[in-house]
């Protein structure tokens, strides 16, 4: 008795062995298409008689170059097993080309494998888009939507950018060689940038832009290139080896011209921000200019004088000032002793009734032993002196 684990292995390791299951080719018509936020792609392939559910992993994804839609047709190269968990079989999709387009996709693929492991598309090689672009040169065919369109995006962005077109051939089997004659001749015109492409089309329509020749012109190609073949969705190796790739003709004309309007725009953004700037600058230095001249006339000999004179008039006044105190304070000092020598001065009291008594001897007298009975003495009082006797002394009592 078996497992279902193991009866599903012992399937899936029956498909394993079987060689052509591991690489087919099923052609078929898109049904059930989700494209999962893993990126991964689950769909089926259906024709008449029956379907096939398939998934494309993520990792696969690179080279797909077209988003997948209900009912188209195409052929997918992968290989067919079982996925155990669920018990049945689907189809594991490696490559997917629209039906039709197997051979020449494979012709694709082989050569951009080819021209990648070469180094053709490194970014190293890449040269950078000038920003601003005087002569832009166009290989393209000279009528059809993608020069008028290139036309018309120039002159609304910039007027006065020459364009210079090289009328080539950009479908059938002459395509290739005028494409990269084009490509080399306006190279020697010496443009500041050139766009290569054409409008959108089926892979047919469009591969001359995927041959070898085209792909090495533009690599060695000393003009920046602008790769601008079909729609946003076609990828050919042009785009691959170009400088830049835009999406479409219109996308390529806005990358490799300015908008005028845009840059002069900015210019006058530049110029005011400029103005301002250098009218701060000259606010700013002509202040440093007043300040360093102030500096200066503080500095200067005169400036210097001026001040010693104002300091020597100012001690001049504190000096006048000093003096002018210390005397009045000196004569107000002297009027306090004046005042108290007055009052000790003999004549002021004299004048107040006392009087001044000498001995004949000429001596103060001041006690009754200094003179004897009629002896004479000199009284002297405020206007004039009394010539005197003395007829009788008393001493003076104390308690």
Request: glycine share 8%; charged share 25%; hydrophobic share 35%.
């Amino acid at each position: 008795m078996y497992s279902v684990r193991q009866v599903n292995a012992y399937i899936k390791n029956m498909f394993v062995q079987d060689f052509m299951l591991n690489r087919i080719y099923v052609k078929g018509e898109i049904s059930n298409c989700k494209y999962h936020t893993s990126g991964h792609i689950y769909f089926s392939l259906k024709d008449e008689s029956g379907a096939i559910a398939c998934i494309m992993f993520a990792g696969d994804r690179r080279g797909l170059g077209f988003r997948m839609q209900e009912g188209q047709k195409v052929i997918v190269l992968g290989s067919v097993s079982v996925y155990e968990r669920d018990g049945k079989y689907q189809l594991y999709a490696k490559q997917i080309v629209p039906d039709g387009e197997g051979v020449l996709y494979q012709r694709y693929a082989q050569l951009k494998k080819e021209l990648e492991e070469m180094g053709m598309f490194a970014p190293e090689f890449k040269q950078p888009i000038p920003f601003y672009s005087s002569t832009v040169g166009i290989v393209t065919a000279p009528t059809g939507a993608a020069i008028r369109d290139i036309i018309n995006i120039t002159r609304r962005r910039n007027p006065y950018v020459q364009l210079i077109l090289y009328p080539a051939l950009v479908q059938g089997d002459q395509a290739a060689p005028s494409i990269v004659k084009g490509i080399r001749t306006l190279d020697a015109w010496g443009v500041d940038v050139m766009i290569v492409g054409r409008g959108g089309g089926s892979i047919e329509d469009l591969w001359a832009f995927n041959e070898e020749s085209v792909a090495r012109a533009i690599f060695e190609c000393r003009t920046p290139v602008i790769s601008a073949v079909g729609h946003e969705t076609d990828t050919t190796i042009a785009d691959y080896v170009a400088d830049l790739r835009a999406p479409t003709p219109s996308a390529a004309a806005e990358l490799a011209v300015t908008d005028y309007r845009q840059l002069m725009g900015g210019m006058e953004l530049f110029r005011s921000q400029l103005a301002d700037r250098v009218e701060q600058k000259i606010v700013r230095y002509r202040q440093k200019l007043e300040n360093k001249k102030l500096m200066l006339c503080h500095m200067s000999p005169q400036y210097k004088l001026n001040e010693k004179r104002q300091y020597t008039a100012d001690l001049t006044d504190r000096l006048q000032q000093g003096m002018k105190w210390k005397l009045e304070d000196r004569k107000h000092q002297l009027g306090l002793c004046a005042g108290r020598l007055e009052g000790c001065s003999p004549l002021k009291k004299l004048q107040q009734g006392y009087s001044y008594t000498e001995t004949s001897e000429g001596k103060a007298l001041r006690s009754i032993s200094q003179v004897s009975l009629g002896e004479p003495v000199t009284i002297h009082v405020t206007d004039g002196r009394i010539l005197a006797r003395a007829e009788q002394t008393e001493p003076l009592e104390r308690n």
